[in-house]
Nanobody, 128 residues
């Protein structure tokens, strides 16, 4: 089971970027998925989550209204559309999956321990 994040790069403040998370080894179509990020010298923090059904999304306050998480079940992909990026969005971004299918999102959805599978990150650098 592998998750691979891609799409990172250098972008100017105010610009947009779309990150992708590809799943292989099994279908993640009925798994809740999340995005986290880790800036240099900081703890890994929650960014966004989409429920296994796709009906519910959650966002960190710092990205609400600017980032959008979505999924393409047929392609086994999850995306993070990043708009109006800021220098403080600079970080390595990771996608993660629930440890089991059809898991109901709990109030702990922002905690790293709630996720069972992690992919390698992709670096996003926002220049001012």
């Amino acid at each position: 089971v592998q998750l691979q994040a891609s799409g990172g790069g250098l972008v100017q403040a105010g610009g947009s970027l779309r990150l992708s998370c590809a799943a292989s080894g099994r279908t993640f179509s009925n798994y809740g998925m999340g995005w986290f990020r880790q800036a240099p010298g900081k703890e890994r923090e929650f960014v966004a989550r989409i429920s296994w059904s796709g009906a519910t999304t959650y966002y960190a306050d710092s990205v609400k209204g600017r980032f959008t998480i979505s999924r393409d079940v047929a392609k086994n992909m999850v995306y993070l559309q990043m708009n109006s990026v800021k220098p403080e969005d600079t970080a390595v971004y990771y996608c993660a999956s629930d440890p089991a299918p059809r898991r109901v999102s709990s109030s702990s959805y922002a905690e790293k321990a709630q996720y069972g599978y992690w992919g390698q990150g992709t670096l996003v650098t926002v220049s001012s």
